[in-house]
């Protein structure tokens, strides 16, 4: 943020730019967080408007990569993996297992890019901020 400094020696203000951080400051006060992608309940099927999640593959903490299978998803007409398109680390989980009539696209897991970021994401909701990247689509299951 701009302050005003004596820059000169001559007693005459003059408008300074201040450089630093926000990064830190900010993830301090809770308004930012790190790198991360929120994935929203995929649609594995072409009619399917909500799921439910039926048990998570990958724990918090886990490194995951494109095409690895982290849940079993219940769709319409029946119970599918969700493969991720994006590789990443398991920061949260936003739906429980267990939970039905989620519709498609609720924010459902946090990935962020290092491993020690995963803690950041404790109190993460899905109002709390708004997405670093755009959801990730998920990939049919074969």
Do not use: N, W
Request: aromatic share 4%; charged share 20%; hydrophobic share 45%.
């Amino acid at each position: 943020s701009p302050v005003l400094a004596d820059l000169s020696g001559s007693g005459m203000l003059r408008l300074a730019s201040k450089r630093a951080s926000l990064a830190t400051p900010r993830l301090a006060r809770g308004l930012a967080y790190p790198p991360h992608t929120v994935l929203g309940m995929p649609a594995l099927s072409p009619t399917m408007t909500e799921g439910g999640v039926e048990k998570y593959l990958v724990k918090v903490g886990d490194a995951i990569a494109a095409g690895d299978r982290i849940a079993e998803v219940s769709t319409d007409k029946a119970t599918v993996d969700f493969d991720v398109v994006d590789d990443g680390i398991v920061a949260k989980f936003l739906i429980p297992e267990g939970t039905q009539d989620v519709a498609v696209g609720t924010p459902m897991i946090v990935l962020c890019d290092e491993p020690e970021d995963v803690a950041a994401f404790a109190d993460f909701t899905a109002g709390a901020a708004a997405p670093a990247e755009a959801p990730a689509a998920a990939a049919p299951a074969p």
